[in-house]
């Protein structure tokens, strides 16, 4: 579909997937996931005018790093680096699911980098009782 790129900073390389032309927008899979589970929607953005990021979380696809010790600092500064690098901020950041929280953790730690997050199936980790037997009936 689009162009592979490749970040590198320290002892850690970053692919990422590129598509389109404009606004950046960043997706960001869930824990253990490929960044190829965007690719319709990749092609949807980009179609509509944007430009589209899917940097691969470490040990994902051609992306490595240390991987002991990761906390979502580390792994919003990947993004960081990689909006940085490739000169694609402000971009609003798209997490899925785990995602959602290195999107946010991103925009908190630089807002400068992010116009705006977008939270796509984020869960609590704790539901009300009340809620859950709501959901059951």
Known sequence: MGDNQTVRFGDVRMEVLVDGAGPTVVLLPSLGRDSLDFDPVAHDLAAAGFRVLRPQPRGIGASTGPMDGLDLHDLARDVAEVLERLDAAPA???????????????????????????VLAAGARRFPGSLTARVAR
């Open 92 to 118: 609003v950041v798209a997490g899925h699911a785990f995602g959602h929280y290195v999107a946010r953790v991103l925009a908190a730690d630089r807002p400068d980098l992010v116009r705006g997050v977008a």
